[in-house]
């Protein structure tokens, strides 16, 4: 089983980056599934395994994983508090957390939200107020304030791509 645990861990490790809980919570399913007469012991033991595994592998760091998270996030147009509540939900610690969104830039994200979906000064149409709601809504959802909405709504065309020039070391 011990075996199996490792061999799985390097399987998952080797796809896509994980998170200690993302790991655990992982093998602990496929121990289930895959060995029938399984107690939570030794279930919870196999996990372990593989989390101790991944660490002395140096395969798993959830600080790195906060960081390489935080840096996508940004360049997708995520604000710091969307990129805190995705990381929190992958069981990231809070102080992880904190130390991994400190840097980030939620005005540089704004803009770039703005510029895919078409808002602010990337906007195509005219403005009517139907549309400006749904733009500044839009912001809201996605987590930034009415402050960093309006600022992008006030910029010019340059400004913004210049904004954008200046942040693309994110």
């Keep these: 089983m011990l075996s199996w645990a490792r061999n799985s861990t390097i399987y998952r490790i080797n796809r896509r980056m994980h998170t200690e809980k993302q790991l655990f919570d992982a093998i602990a399913r496929k121990a289930r599934e895959k060995f029938e007469d399984i107690g939570e012991v030794q ?12 660490y002395d592998n140096k395969a798993l760091d959830d600080a790195a994983f906060a960081e390489t998270s935080t840096r996508s996030g940004m360049r997708g147009g995520r ?13 990231v610690a809070s102080s992880t957390v904190a130390a991994a969104i400190a840097e980030a830039d939620d005005f540089h994200a704004a ?7 078409a808002f602010g000064p990337f906007r195509k149409g005219a403005l009517d107020e139907k549309r400006k709601a749904k733009e500044f809504s839009t912001f809201a959802r996605a987590g930034f304030s009415f402050d960093i909405g309006r600022r992008i709504f006030e910029m010019s065309l340059d400004e913004a791509e210049e904004a ?7």
Excluded at 79 to 90: D, E, F, M, V
Excluded at 164 to 170: I, K, T, V
Aim: no cysteine; aromatic share 6%; hydrophobic share 50%.
């Design 43 to 54: 279930v919870r033991a196999l996990a372990e395994f593989a989390v101790k595994f991944a």
């Design 164 to 170: 954008l020039d200046a942040g693309r070391h994110l």
């Design 111 to 117: 803009i770039i939200l703005a510029r895919k979906r």
């Design 79 to 91: 604000s710091r508090r969307a990129i805190a509540q995705k990381l929190s939900q992958k069981g």
